[in-house]
């Protein structure tokens, strides 16, 4: 213990992890209220870089990091990945926090002139200039564009209808992670955006298009790229998709990141920088700093106890943590399909555990064995604290399911919310003497897509209202309950009366008060 204490006054922690909140495509917020895709970048428990500014987008980084990070990249500009961008800069730089918006020059020009053309009068109007609502700054095509202090991009050109470039993020020169924001599946792109890289994240979704990539297409490329990866001996990339859809759409294969998911993409001790103090303990490493990081979470995601795994190349997930290895695969050439393997429990979270091998073996440098030493001191410190689990300012986690080899990073699931019921029995008022109807509830998602629904069914036009057997009006889904008989009554219709109901009911009581 005393050598982890001297080594921790020397070192401080680096993390840096992604979090995704959103996985929607361009009508998922408007029709179901999901947000479009996005995700933020977090540095030390710190929010650092929002990854596109679609529909919802703002609202779920601010429920997740209680901020919008300082920088923001565009990657085009369709609503789905900008829409908010013009209110996002007015009201914070009215708050007297200006943004810095990054993008690609031609990307750059088109946002300028029409996605914040709203602004451009008032502006005009108030002897103000553009530049006076956020920092706009260029990152030409293919060439390396320093976003913060530590994060770096180099973007690359997708597929897509409109201009649009995905990008490899760089900490400290160093790749950490591909993106192809919205693209079809074109391998040239592919090949720019894996190569080097140990995590990438792709646009896919059932059916593909010139604009999106097939389910099919990224499991034939992961394939490919694994076997390539194999071949030379290197850390095969872990692949994920997002832009599918809600969060119902979720695909079993490829694997999917969902809303508030993170992936470790980088940790390791660096050096101390002159001046800088190290952390009081090790189970405060994470919870030092402004307060508005990725520790706090509502109380109702806190359940079971905290259980952090690494991905590995192997069918079964071994407990604890695995630090990125950052190789250098060759240019690959891509192009089969892995099988899913199957699930499997993780190792107990033991020093030992953690002390085994780890997929490939690959040749170890002093340093990358001194952090491999300091990772093990600070878990067998950990393990032996009672505190630990009082004092651990990251909640809880839980695996996500379906993983495959060597993603060399570490990811937590948070809890999905409470499932919906998935059918009801509806009567019409109107005709009291037709049996109920049954209605499935998968796609459903808000009231008035069931009372759209249920009008469609049986000829309702216009539909009022939605009764319980004892009349009480159904205000919100949740108070619909799995297998609910329900009665729908029409404008202008036939009033619901407790002491006329549909024949197929037999029901008691008293009717409640009018329902306006």
Same mark, same amino acid.
């Given at each position: 213990?005393?050598?982890?204490?001297?080594?921790?006054?020397?070192?401080?922690?680096?993390?840096?992890?992604?979090?995704?909140? /959103?996985?929607?495509?361009?009508?998922?917020?408007?029709?179901?209220?999901?947000?479009?895709?996005?995700?933020?970048?977090?540095?030390?428990?710190?929010?650092?870089?929002?990854?596109?500014?679609?529909?919802?987008?703002?609202?779920?980084?601010?429920?997740?990091?209680?901020?919008?990070?300082?920088?923001?990249?565009?990657?085009?500009? =369709?609503?789905?990945?900008?829409?908010?961008?013009?209110?996002?800069?007015?009201?914070?730089? /009215?708050?007297?926090?200006?943004?810095?918006?990054?993008?690609?020059?031609?990307?750059?020009?088109?946002?300028?002139?029409?996605?914040?053309?709203?602004?451009?009068?008032?502006?005009?109007?108030?002897?103000?200039?553009?530049?006076?609502?956020?920092?706009?700054?260029?990152?030409?095509?293919?060439?390396?564009?320093?976003?913060?202090?530590?994060?770096?991009?180099?973007?690359?050109?997708?597929?897509?209808?409109?201009?649009?470039? /995905?990008?490899?993020?760089?900490?400290?020169?160093?790749?950490?992670?591909?993106?192809?924001?919205?693209?079809?599946?074109?391998?040239?792109?592919?090949?720019?955006?894996?190569?080097?890289?140990?995590?990438?994240?792709?646009?896919?979704?059932?059916?593909?298009?010139?604009?999106?990539?097939?389910?099919?297409?990224?499991?034939?490329?992961?394939?490919?790229?694994?076997?390539?990866?194999?071949?030379?001996?290197?850390?095969?990339? #872990?692949?994920?998709?997002?832009?599918?859809?809600?969060?119902?759409?979720?695909?079993?294969?490829?694997?999917?990141?969902?809303?508030?998911?993170?992936?470790?993409?980088?940790?390791?001790?660096?050096?101390?920088?002159?001046?800088?103090?190290?952390?009081?303990?090790?189970?405060?490493?994470?919870?030092?700093?402004?307060?508005?990081?990725?520790?706090?979470?509502?109380?109702?995601?806190?359940?079971?106890?905290?259980?952090?795994?690494?991905?590995?190349?192997?069918?079964?997930?071994?407990?604890?943590?695995?630090?990125?290895? =950052?190789?250098?695969?060759?240019?690959?050439?891509?192009?089969?399909?892995?099988?899913?393997?199957?699930?499997?429990?993780?190792?107990?979270?033991?020093?030992?555990?953690?002390?085994?091998?780890?997929?490939?073996?690959?040749?170890?440098?002093?340093?990358?064995?001194?952090?491999?030493?300091?990772?093990?001191?600070?878990?067998?410190?950990?393990?032996?604290?009672?505190?630990?689990?009082?004092?651990?300012?990251?909640?809880?986690?839980?695996?996500?399911? /379906?993983?495959?080899?060597?993603?060399?990073?570490?990811? &937590?699931?948070?809890?999905?919310?409470?499932?919906?019921?998935? &059918?009801?029995?509806? =009567?019409?008022?109107?005709?009291?003497?037709?049996?109920?109807?049954?209605?499935?509830?998968?796609?459903?998602?808000?009231?008035?897509?069931?009372?759209?629904?249920?009008?469609?069914?049986?000829?309702?036009?216009?539909?009022? =209202?939605?009764?319980?057997?004892?009349?009480?009006?159904?205000?919100?889904?949740?108070?619909?309950?799995?297998?609910?008989?329900?009665?729908?009554?029409?404008?202008?219709?036939?009033?619901?009366?407790?002491?006329?109901?549909?024949?197929?009911?037999?029901?008691?009581?008293?009717?409640?008060?009018? #329902?306006?």
């Amino acid at each position: 213990r005393s050598s982890f204490c001297t080594l921790l006054q020397t070192h401080l922690m680096v993390r840096v992890e992604l979090l995704c909140l /959103g996985t929607g495509k361009a009508s998922t917020h408007i029709y179901y209220g999901e947000p479009s895709t996005g995700f933020v970048i977090i540095q030390d428990g710190e929010p650092v870089l929002l990854m596109g500014a679609g529909l919802g987008i703002v609202r779920s980084c601010v429920y997740y990091c209680k901020k919008v990070p300082d920088t923001i990249y565009i990657s085009h500009n =369709h609503s789905d990945h900008a829409g908010e961008l013009p209110l996002l800069l007015s009201v914070e730089a /009215g708050k007297g926090r200006r943004k810095k918006v990054v993008a690609e020059t031609e990307v750059m020009t088109r946002i300028l002139n029409h996605r914040l053309g709203e602004y451009h009068e008032s502006i005009e109007l108030s002897n103000r200039k553009l530049s006076d609502l956020a920092d706009f700054v260029d990152c030409p095509e293919q060439e390396m564009t320093s976003v913060t202090s530590h994060l770096s991009i180099i973007p690359y050109r997708s597929q897509h209808s409109e201009r649009c470039f /995905g990008f490899v993020l760089f900490y400290m020169n160093r790749p950490i992670l591909g993106w192809s924001s919205d693209s079809g599946f074109e391998p040239n792109f592919y090949q720019q955006i894996s190569t080097q890289t140990p995590v990438l994240i792709l646009d896919a979704r059932q059916t593909g298009s010139y604009d999106h990539a097939a389910f099919d297409d990224v499991i034939e490329f992961e394939r490919k790229l694994a076997a390539a990866c194999d071949a030379a001996g290197v850390t095969r990339t #872990a692949i994920y998709v997002t832009v599918y859809g809600t969060q119902a759409e979720v695909p079993t294969n490829p694997q999917a990141l969902k809303i508030g998911q993170t992936l470790m993409l980088f940790e390791d001790f660096e050096p101390a920088p002159a001046g800088i103090a190290p952390p009081v303990a090790p189970s405060n490493l994470m919870s030092s700093g402004s307060g508005h990081n990725m520790n706090t979470y509502p109380q109702s995601a806190i359940a079971e106890p905290r259980q952090e795994v690494s991905v590995l190349h192997s069918p079964v997930r071994h407990g604890g943590y695995s630090q990125p290895r =950052h190789t250098n695969p060759p240019i690959h050439n891509f192009g089969s399909q892995q099988q899913q393997p199957p699930h499997a429990q993780p190792v107990s979270p033991t020093l030992s555990a953690r002390s085994q091998p780890r997929g490939r073996s690959i040749p170890r440098t002093a340093a990358q064995q001194r952090s491999s030493d300091i990772r093990n001191l600070l878990h067998q410190i950990n393990d032996n604290d009672p505190r630990g689990s009082d004092t651990d300012s990251r909640g809880y986690s839980y695996t996500l399911p /379906g993983q495959r080899s060597n993603s060399l990073h570490s990811i &937590k699931r948070f809890p999905a919310p409470e499932p919906l019921p998935s &059918k009801v029995f509806v =009567h019409n008022n109107e005709n009291k003497g037709a049996p109920p109807k049954l209605y499935l509830l998968k796609n459903v998602r808000t009231l008035d897509q069931l009372k759209l629904k249920v009008s469609n069914g049986q000829n309702i036009k216009p539909i009022k =209202h939605l009764h319980q057997l004892d009349g009480t009006v159904i205000r919100s889904l949740n108070q619909v309950t799995h297998m609910m008989e329900l009665v729908a009554t029409k404008h202008a219709g036939a009033p619901f009366d407790i002491k006329d109901l549909p024949i197929h009911l037999k029901v008691s009581g008293a009717p409640p008060g009018p #329902a306006f």
